[in-house]
């Protein structure tokens, strides 16, 4: 549940204290009334304080209200912005596993469109989630993409599935306690996504072998039909860093620099995001399993 905001409790506190102002007055009228045997006194006679009191919450309570108005029409606006002109990429992708096995699994994406918030580096718009399927496991797989929460690894082992995401920002990390490996591992059991702890991931899976960027500058860049591994090391920068490093990519130790980023970002983090990393499942995109274990 999301804790209310400063201005919700003030507005909430006078909303009570007029309400308690009102009342006590309305007793201290009926009992006056009784007391002067009919005599007709005004209120600001009878109870000058609480009646200056009740009037000076006016203005603010008025405040409140203009307050939640704007806030509802900004909820309505932004949400209206990221609807317009989104963009679903659906491609095929080839996945090479650590044994020398290549899958193709189905792979969709959805960014707004020239909404809300835009900058210079995300001129197609925001990703807004992640998704992917493989049929012959039943697996399926739909995050979020603010907070970003891009798979980069899916592995299959002793015929269980892994993925690792990676998170560097500050919501992502304090969400899942700063992890000190920068990502957070996923197993699929039961029918759905279990979170795991890095030392339950298998050390075996060294490299990164899901698309990260299958966005091109320009619509007619997009990934579409079948995306083979080669296309990939073309549009990913990242597997040049898996040349250099002999794939490995996911241990704690590949990358130096990146030590502790996530411990780097605590304290004074503010949000009105949630933890959950997965997103209800798109109808029809996968119809050939249920596709109802999007939950960890």
Known sequence: MKKPRLWQV???RFRQLQAVALRVGWLRKERIAQQTAGQSLSASQQYPRLALMA??????LSACDQIEKSRQIGKALEQAFSDIGATALVWDEEVPLHDGNVIVIKRREVKSGDGFPINGMNKRGITRSYEFCYPPMGLYWKSKGGPRYQPEI???VDGKAYVKVPISGPEECMFHDYPTTNSIYFVWEDGGWKKIPYEAFPQEIRRTNLLQNPWGKKPEDDARGLVTQSEKEKRDGIYGAMRRTKGRI???TDYPSMHDACERQRGG???TNTP??????TPNFCPQHNQGGNTP
């Open 250 to 252: 996911q241990s704690q």
């Open 10 to 12: 003030a507005c909430l």
């Open 276 to 281: 959950e990393v997965f997103l209800t499942p």
């Open 154 to 156: 899916l592995e299959i």
């Open 55 to 60: 009037l000076l919450f006016i203005p603010l």
């Open 269 to 271: 983090v503010r949000t």
